[in-house]
């Protein structure tokens, strides 16, 4: 089975600082990865995707991957109390096109 | 980007009877959509994927004959409760599964969700 996982946290950090959001997956054939941001009360809403080894960068947001160790990684930059929410990680090993989520990290901003 | 719409955002109903809840992709085609259920403080469950022109696939433990779907075109996916019953009650999203362009890769994009309430 298909497993992604995630720290349910919740992790806190200052407002300001870098928030480090970790994922990881258990089928190496895994091809695109993907990072959502749940409010609570509201449906995910898609912030990057990756699929290339290394780091893509959006904004504040940058996404890490490494599938020889298989993990994916989303960093904030310069945290906001806005940013606080659930982050989700969600991994999609093709074929199917039916990506499997994590259960999420929930984000803290402190002000 | 892309967006996708669900109707009606909330609903409260009387045990026993039916409830259709609709997904809209708005600017795309979507062949694929999925329906997920949220329960408070838990993670999303995939309920069923569903495809234009041919029955959905249910995940183990969805009951089929209790969660119709209907995918009959390629912008609309519908999700009826049939004899909803209190344990029902949840948030239901649905997503849409954007084409990803040449070397790109496909990509869900979620509706609001439907928060369903049997009394």
């Known amino acids: 089975q298909k497993e992604v996982e995630q720290n349910s946290g919740p992790l806190s950090v200052p407002e300001g600082a870098i928030a480090s959001l970790n994922c990881t997956y258990s089928d190496r054939g895994s091809q695109s990865f993907f990072w959502y941001r749940q409010y609570s009360g509201k449906s995910p809403e898609l912030i990057m995707f990756i699929y290339s080894n290394g780091d893509k960068e959006d904004g504040r947001f940058t996404a890490q991957l490494n599938k020889a160790s298989q993990y994916v990684s989303l960093l904030i930059r310069d945290s906001q109390p806005s940013d606080s929410a659930t982050y989700l990680c969600?991994?999609?090993?093709?074929?199917?096109?039916?990506?499997?989520f994590g259960t999420g990290t929930k984000l803290q901003v402190i002000p | 980007g892309a967006v996708v719409s669900q109707h009606p955002s909330w609903v409260i109903c009387k045990s026993g009877t039916s409830v259709k809840i609709e997904c809209r992709s708005l600017?795309?085609?979507?062949?694929?959509m999925f329906w997920y259920r949220q329960f408070p403080k838990q993670s999303l469950m995939l309920m069923a994927t569903?495809?234009?022109?041919?029955?959905?696939?249910?995940e183990q433990g969805v009951e089929k004959d209790k969660f119709l779907i209907n995918h009959a075109s390629l912008t609309l996916s519908t999700l009826t409760v049939t004899s909803a019953h209190p344990e029902d009650s949840s948030f239901y999203i649905c997503?849409?599964?954007?084409?990803?362009?040449?070397?790109?890769?496909?990509?869900?994009?979620f509706g609001p969700g439907t928060r369903l309430t049997v009394l």
């Open positions: 569903s495809n234009e022109g041919s029955k959905a696939t249910y």
């Open positions: 600017d795309f085609q979507a062949t694929t």
């Open positions: 997503s849409a599964l954007m084409p990803g362009l040449s070397g790109s890769t496909d990509t869900q994009y």
């Open positions: 969600a991994v999609d090993s093709g074929g199917y096109q039916k990506v499997t």
